[in-house]
């Protein structure tokens, strides 16, 4: 007979921290990520003012597509936090909607910054053509495979990880709101790529 191990704190608070393991791990997890896009902007901000010449990103981006993705991602952190209030009022039905809000706006997203990408590739501006192209792509290609990861997690738990919902109502909830501290981050990198990529002006 094999005894039943229950790990610690999956639902209730550490007395140490103050949140449960879930919660303190994704803290943890995008602290590393703060230092990952932290460099990133750090590089961009050296290689800008080191250089000679800057191109303006008003002037080669699509910046008003890219502001239409500001919206959606705004939007979609709003979806994210009211699936996340659904639960915590016992209602299934309305997290489903408003979760599934969320990953139609992170696919928005996408198809949005791909005819951006197509057009950019059908102007040759393409990574070796400039500096700023070469930060352009790399910034907004890994921001965009992080809407990608958001949304296969978001997607998981609106099918089938939301059975465990019937079994572990708390730990569910739990899973979405560390879930949503995620997806908000991404959407905060957006918000800081938005006017440095596309709206400040060249020298």
Same mark, same amino acid.
Request: with cysteine; net charge neutral; charged share 10%.
């Given at each position: ?55 303006? *990103?008003?002037?080669? @981006?699509?910046?008003?597509?890219? $502001?239409?993705?500001?919206?959606? #991602?705004? =939007?979609?952190?709003?979806? /994210? ?59 907004? *290609?890994?921001?965009? @495979?992080?809407?990608?990861?958001? $949304?296969?997690?978001?997607?998981? #738990?609106? =099918?089938?990880?939301?059975? /465990? ?39």
């Amino acid at each position: 007979m094999s005894a039943h191990i229950e790990i610690p704190y999956n639902m209730d608070e550490r007395p140490d921290t103050g949140l449960y393991n879930a919660k303190l791990g994704v803290w943890l997890f995008l602290a590393s990520e703060v230092m990952l896009f932290g460099a990133l902007f750090s590089s961009y901000v050296l290689l800008r003012t080191g250089a000679s010449t800057w191109e303006a *990103g008003h002037l080669i @981006l699509n910046w008003k597509l890219a $502001m239409v993705n500001t919206f959606v #991602l705004i =939007g979609s952190s709003v979806t /994210m936090v009211m699936s996340w209030a659904a639960l915590k009022m016992n209602n299934l039905a309305k997290f489903k909607l408003y979760m599934g809000l969320t990953v139609l706006c992170g696919i928005a997203f996408l198809v949005i910054k791909g005819i951006e990408y197509a057009a950019k590739f059908e102007h040759g501006l393409l990574p070796n053509q400039s500096t700023f192209m070469a930060i352009y792509f790399t910034m907004t *290609g890994l921001h965009g @495979l992080h809407v990608i990861g958001g $949304m296969i997690v978001n997607g998981y #738990l609106l =099918g089938p990880g939301s059975k /465990m919902w019937a079994t572990e109502p708390q730990r569910f909830t739990n899973r979405i709101e560390v879930a949503g501290l995620y997806w908000h981050f991404v959407d905060l990198v957006w918000i800081f790529l938005f006017p440095t990529l596309y709206l400040l002006p060249g020298k």
